[in-house]
């Protein structure tokens, strides 16, 4: 019989748990476990990845979608595997590269796992536990994990794998604060408007279900800018990138800066696109150096900005939405929601045009928030959150942003010292790294931070024996 080993629990299994998990399950010897917890019925998918709509597509070319950054074609060769039919069903092939479904890329996720598993021999070491995680306590050794159903694990070490936070939504009949869920999209009236609370890709989202399911009434879409995301276009690499000293020395001359990028680059024939693209990898870092009040000023004037750049439509769905748009199937608005109530079988929306001083009216059959995450998880991390807060093994990061952390993962806790054995993952994280909710980001942190809990871990255990 193998002897005992250390614990490690990974809370959440989309598709940053997932692939943490999957390091750590590389890594293991006989006797150490790793728990994969996560409430919902599915592993690997995640919110991201988990639609079945086949208009939702990946807004990232599957050329970028590999799991492992050491193997770029892996997914290609995923893919590749599926035969020509699969393959075919999979996504689309454009002039900017091939999108694929998001529910091809949650299969692919899936079966990652699925592989590391059969590879240890039978996932001796990997434990799913299929319920909510309500606690992490300290313990005369290491930690309790506590669960929803009442179980208890002994753990050395955990992950915070939450994914993105979404703020709880007010109960108003017509008013849909979940835009994944069934009732976004059920059947309704021919003709009577919708009305949509964010312009983002989630409402990118919306909207392409709405018309799969036959809708053609008219559907508003209402957000502070008004900004919608831009498309992927075909692209030439940027290589000449630079951004010297001065030009990080404030959020004003970065700014600056890379408009300047913009237009060195447009004088080489080559677009803004490959710019956004260049300065990507560098995201964290600018980050990092960038001052308190500079991330303030960032995330209330430029993200907008940043955003529609940076998460573009695949074309299939940017010609899509354009459609929509000259049909005045989808009209935009720049402004703010005042106010919400029930009137017949609708709802009635006071808002607010951008720089008017007039409210004007809506009425909707339904109103679908589209807003997205927040990241605020004193409001909106669930009860794990809620007692780690309390216990002040954890706290906010500043802005709002997830979890306060260090760069490389360990959650900070109320007294400012990082934890060795706390780690987070993922989209969590944003207040330390900003960059960190694609694919490419997070496949490196989670094997990252696998490497640090795992070592973590042992060392807690090993002086516990």
Known sequence: ??????????????????????????????????????????????????????????????????????????????????????????????????????????????????????????????????????????????????????????????VLALGNAVEPKAALRGYVGDPWSAASVAPLEPGVPVVVTGTGLTMVDVCLALTEQGFEGPIHAISRRGLLPLG?????????????????????????????????????????????????????????????????????????????????????????????????????????????????SGVRLRWRPKGAGVDQQLIAQRVIDCTGSIGDLCRSGGPLVGQLLADGLVRPAPLGLGVDCTTYGALIGNRGQPSPDLLAVGPVTRGALWEIVAVPEIRTQAEQVAERALAAARSAHAAAA
């Open 232 to 344: 992927h276009a075909p692209s030439t690499p940027w290589s000449g990138l630079v951004l010297d000293a001065q030009d990080r020395r404030s959020l004003l001359a970065l700014f600056r800066a890379v408009r300047r990028e913009v237009r060195r680059a447009a004088d080489g024939a080559v677009g803004w696109r490959a710019v956004i693209d260049a300065v990507r990898p560098h995201a964290q870092t600018l980050w990092a150096e960038l001052t308190p009040a500079d991330k303030a000023r960032f995330v209330r004037h430029v993200r907008p900005w940043w955003d529609v750049h940076r998460h573009r439509m695949a074309p299939p769905v940017a010609a899509t939405l354009a459609t929509l748009r000259a049909s005045g199937t989808l009209t935009t608005h720049a402004g703010r929601i005042v106010a919400m109530d029930r009137v017949g």
């Open 1 to 158: 019989m193998a002897r005992e080993g250390c614990r490690i629990a990974v809370i959440g299994a989309g598709f940053s748990g997932v692939m943490t998990a999957i390091h750590l399950l590389w890594r293991c010897q006989p006797g150490e476990r790793v728990y994969l917890v996560e409430r919902s019925s599915r592993i690997g998918p995640g919110l991201a990845y988990g639609t079945h709509n086949p208009r939702h597509l990946v807004n990232v070319r599957a050329e970028n979608m590999s799991a492992f950054p050491d193997e770029p074609d892996h997914f290609l060769r995923w893919l590749d595997r599926l035969g020509p039919a699969a393959r075919a069903e999979a996504g689309e092939r454009t002039i900017a590269g091939t999108f694929v479904r998001r529910s091809v890329f949650g299969a692919y996720v899936q079966e990652l796992l699925r592989e590391v598993i059969a590879r240890q021999d039978g996932g001796d070491n990997l434990f799913l536990v299929a319920d909510e995680a309500t606690a992490i306590r300290r313990a005369s050794r290491g930690y309790r994990l506590e669960t929803a159903n009442g179980r208890i694990h002994s753990i050395d070490a955990a």
